[in-house]
């Protein structure tokens, strides 16, 4: 019995109502697989308006579990979340950079999400609760002047390291309602503009609301919001809604998450 009221309260019907009635809530998923698992951020990348992207991430599995044949995959969407391109890269240095022009990306100008994992077959030796996340550093460069960096923002999708298993998402978890207030760490005061890059890390609709403007963002899209007030608060059902933030000034920009 206890058991199973374990797995009630585990459940995401649960989650759902705990977090809608604020009673103990959940606001990451745990990992209840039997598999080694590889996590992704939702990274942002732009091609927008005179904007590059440049991606710099290590080989995790040879790093630290010593293991030289893996490799990695890149899923590219745009932010309708609709599929552009799977990029797999075979040959791994610790160190490696990925550059995201709009030539790279089939000529898109706009912006959208990607994702990484890391694959290997050699698992043998490796604990199937292990969890693997690549949060590394995304590069944003205006007009060719030197890239803001930013690590990563929201962990969004995961899958097995064997590459066998369906992606899955919903790490992050949702209420019914807007009862979550992020109000991000920053005073917006003397800048000239500021952009809220948005991205659904669920599967679900997440509504949420900046100065008074209400917003809708459908499963694991992109979503880009000016706002002009020197104190910026999110209100939404979503329980962890952080934004990727651009700052301009000048002929600066400052990139961030909140």
Same mark, same amino acid.
């Given at each position: 019995?206890?058991?199973? +009221? ?21 606001? +990451? ?14 990274? +942002? ?10 991606f ?10 010593n ?11 745009? &932010? ?22 709009? &030539? ?41 002047? +030197? ?45 000239? &503009? ?45 329980? =962890?809604?952080?934004?990727?933030? =651009? ?10 998450h909140?």
């Open positions: 019995m206890k058991s199973l +009221l374990k797995k009630i309260a585990k459940s995401n019907f649960a989650s759902i109502i705990r977090n809608t009635i604020n009673i103990k809530p959940i606001y +990451l998923k745990t990992f209840d697989k039997d598999y080694f698992t590889t996590v992704s951020d939702a990274f +942002l990348w732009r091609t927008d308006n005179g904007y590059k992207t440049k710099k991430y290590s080989d995790i599995l040879n790093l630290f579990y293991i030289n044949d893996s490799w990695v995959e890149f899923h590219f969407y745009t &932010k309708e979340n609709e599929i552009i391109k799977t990029y797999k890269v075979n040959s791994l240095d610790i160190s490696n950079e990925l550059v995201i022009n709009s &030539k790279f990306l089939n000529d898109i100008e706009d912006f959208g999400v990607f994702y990484i994992y890391h694959f290997t077959k050699l698992t043998e030796h490796l604990d199937n609760k292990s969890i693997i996340s690549n949060r590394c550093y995304s590069g944003f460069s205006l007009n060719n002047n +030197l890239y803001s960096f930013v690590h990563g923002n929201i962990l969004a999708k995961y899958t097995d390291i064997n590459a066998k298993e369906k992606v899955s998402s919903d790490i992050i978890k949702t209420s019914l309602f807007k009862n979550q207030i992020y109000t991000i760490q920053k005073y917006f005061d003397n800048l000239d &503009k500021t952009e809220l890059f948005f991205i659904n890390p669920t599967s679900k609709k997440i509504k949420f609301s900046i100065v008074n403007e209400n917003y809708v963002l459908n499963p694991h899209c992109v979503i880009l919001v000016q706002v002009n007030t020197s104190i910026i608060s999110i209100k939404s059902n979503c329980m =962890f809604m952080r934004p990727t933030v =651009f700052s301009y000034k000048g002929e600066y920009i400052d990139v961030h909140s």
